[in-house]
């Protein structure tokens, strides 16, 4: 057994019961965030085979999107523009643009993750159960507003409407915007401030009809409304800016240190 795979035993060991405080990469790959290998591509200190990447190139309407196959390992996909990692700290690094290519449904260019099953089909799960998406993470820029994570409407119906987005603005103020129903309208909920710069962790949570948020150890409950019974949904993550220009050098850069899906 090679020194890596003993290191990531002895940490995921030690950070049991903390999972909220520490956080640990993706099911697979436990590790502290002192553990990260700035030497690496993002997947050989992340498990981003349950992940793929889209990012703010592309053709207009249709951007690039990674699958989990070239992401996954130490010589996994990187990007020196968009997604890489930080050499100093090992985190896994996305940087979006005011100006670059967007969805159809959406004004804004991100460097995000969306979340996929093991076997490479995408991630469509039911609000019953327990689905957690956990994260340590900092903001080193950000123009207007930024989300970091966000659960979004998978099948069941025509909306593309996210259930929730969670976002962070250049004064530290951290916000939940969950959705009023799937046709749309969101409500804004202040959970937390952290200044520009300093690490954070956020642990979202879908039990039910239930939203559990916390930030920081503070922790806020939302209701699911019945209109979204029908849904299935997926965890994303990374950085999706929320604010366009001209502009290719403001954005909003977001560094990973740990990122944990998990349902049960």
């Known amino acids: 057994m090679n020194r890596r795979r ?15 405080v520490l956080g640990i990469t993706n099911a697979g790959a436990a590790t502290t965030a002192a553990a990260l290998d700035p030497a690496v591509a993002p997947g050989g200190n992340f498990n981003l ?15 690039t999107t990674i699958a989990p196959a070239q992401l996954k390992g130490a010589s996994g996909y990187s990007n ?25 449904n959406s004004n804004y260019a991100r460097s995000e993750l ?12 039911p609000l019953a159960g327990n689905h957690t998406l956990t994260a340590n993470l900092r903001i080193v820029s950000v123009t207007k507003n930024v989300a970091v994570g966000q659960v ?28 009023n129903s799937p ?26 009809n239930k939203i559990n948020l916390t930030v920081n150890g503070s922790k806020t409950t939302y209701t699911i409304p019945s ?18 220009s001209e502009s290719t050098t403001n954005g909003a850069k977001v560094k990973f240190y740990t ?6």
């Open 80 to 104: 020196p523009a968009y997604f890489w990692t930080d050499k100093n700290d090992g985190s896994m690094t996305f940087w979006a643009p005011e100006k670059g290519v967007t969805t159809p």
């Open 114 to 125: 969306r979340e996929m099953n093991a076997n490479g089909s995408a991630a469509d799960w």
């Open 183 to 208: 046709d749309g309208g969101q409500t804004l909920h202040l959970v937390g401030n952290v200044p520009l710069g300093t690490r954070w962790n956020y642990v979202i949570n879908v039990t039910g």
């Open 49 to 63: 085979s349950v992940w793929s990447l889209q990012l703010p190139i592309g053709s207009p309407g249709s951007p």
């Open 227 to 244: 209109s979204f019974n029908p849904y299935k949904q997926y965890f994303k993550a990374g950085s999706y800016n929320q604010s366009s």
């Open 152 to 179: 979004h409407l998978g099948s069941g119906g025509s909306s593309t409407k996210p259930l929730l987005e969670l976002y962070y603005r250049p004064n530290g103020d951290i916000y939940i915007g969950t959705e």
């Open 6 to 20: 003993l290191l990531a035993i002895a940490t995921s060991t030690a950070v049991v019961g903390t999972l909220g």
């Open 259 to 264: 990122l944990t899906v998990s349902h049960s």
